[in-house]
């Protein structure tokens, strides 16, 4: 059974929204064949999903992903995909790498992140039929995402003397909070809705 993650389109589209959970044996199996090949190189599924999809119309899956990481990004198209292309954004939208297979159905991207960091990926098939499945997965070994797991808090120690709340709660705030949790104005929705999603 695959597991679905966050993937986010914008809520003005809303009837192109891609949905998880078609059914693609074709499709299935040969992803099933790449992550059979990558977990004989002790790779293992990080997030996975199954997307209906549109010819030509954009899929984004927004995956936050660690610095000096590496991960196996896998796209698998219809077999009657003319074009498969896979594009790679940062967490400030700039677009890093784009990959165009146009000889077979599938996309496997090795990816390491010079900074951690919520990435946009976008997938597009392109066919002359309405309806197609998609699949998409990340593997990387064996990861526990650190940057997910929530800091012990302890308690502070009495101060020496007295100072004004205004000299100890404004200075240290904005040196905590990570650039990809900053609010952005160039973000898109899709990866503004993922942080939102993995805070809760």
Do not use: H, W
């Amino acid at each position: 059974m695959l597991v679905a993650f966050c993937a986010f389109i914008s809520t003005d589209t809303i009837a192109q929204k891609p949905k998880t959970g078609c059914i693609d044996a074709a499709v299935e199996a040969q992803a099933k064949g790449i992550k059979l090949g990558l977990s004989k190189k002790d790779m293992k599924v990080f997030q996975e999903a199954m997307f209906r999809m549109q010819s030509m119309e954009p899929v984004p899956v927004a995956v936050k992903m660690n610095a000096g990481v590496r991960y196996e990004l896998i796209f698998v198209g219809s077999e009657q995909a003319s074009r498969l292309t896979m594009e790679i954004f940062d967490g400030k939208d700039n677009k890093i790498d784009e990959r165009i297979e146009r000889s077979m159905n599938n996309i496997v991207y090795s990816f390491t992140p010079q900074k951690t960091d919520v990435y946009l990926v976008t997938l597009y098939q392109k066919k002359g039929m309405k309806d197609l499945c998609g699949y998409f997965g990340v593997m990387t070994k064996g990861l526990t995402n650190p940057v997910l797991q929530p800091k012990k808090e302890t308690t502070p120690a009495k101060p020496a003397k007295t100072t004004t709340p205004s000299a100890t709660q404004t200075a240290p705030q904005p040196q905590t909070l990570p650039d990809n949790q900053r609010p952005n104005p160039n973000r898109t929705r899709a990866t503004r809705e993922a942080q939102q999603q993995k805070g809760k």
